[in-house]
C-alpha cells in the first residue's frame, strides 16, 4: 500500500489549505484514515481521524477550524484547513489502516505545511 500526499504549503494566519491523500495498491478495505502533525522539536500528534463508518475525532487545537473527510470510492482522506494559525505549521502525515487482507498500519511521505504570522 502507498500513500501519495498533496496540498501542503506556504499560507497566512487565517487562510485555508485543503489537503489529500490518496492510497494505492491490493486494497481490500480501509479500515480507518487519520491525519498526524509534527512541529519542529515535537512529538507526532494527532490532528483528526475518520473511522470507515464515521465518528471523526478531532484534537482539541483544530476543533471548528479543521474538517476530516474521506471518499472511499477513491480510497482518499481530505483535511480542509481553515482560519490556520502559526501553531498549526508542521509536517502533516495521512495514516491509513487498511486490509490487504492482512490488516496493517501505513504512513504518507509528509506534506509540509508553513503558517506565517
Known amino acids: 500500500v502507498q500513500l501519495q500526499a498533496s496540498g501542503g504549503g506556504l499560507v497566512q494566519t487565517g487562510e485555508s489549505l485543503r489537503l489529500s491523500c490518496a492510497a494505492s495498491g491490493d486494497i481490500l478495505s480501509i479500515d480507518s484514515m487519520a491525519w498526524f502533525r509534527q512541529a519542529p522539536g515535537k512529538d507526532r500528534e494527532l490532528v483528526a481521524s475518520?473511522?470507515?463508518?464515521?465518528?471523526?475525532n478531532y484534537a482539541d487545537s483544530v476543533k471548528g477550524r479543521f474538517t476530516i473527510s474521506r471518499d472511499n470510492a477513491k480510497n482518499t482522506v481530505y483535511l480542509q484547513m481553515n482560519s490556520v494559525k502559526p501553531a498549526d505549521t508542521g509536517v502533516y502525515y495521512c495514516?491509513?489502516?487498511?486490509?490487504?487482507?492482512?490488516?496493517?498500519?501505513?504512513w504518507g511521505q509528509g506534506t509540509q505545511v508553513t503558517v506565517s504570522s
Open positions: 475518520l473511522p470507515r463508518y464515521g465518528g471523526t
Open positions: 495514516h491509513v489502516v487498511a486490509r490487504t487482507p492482512y490488516r496493517n498500519s501505513y
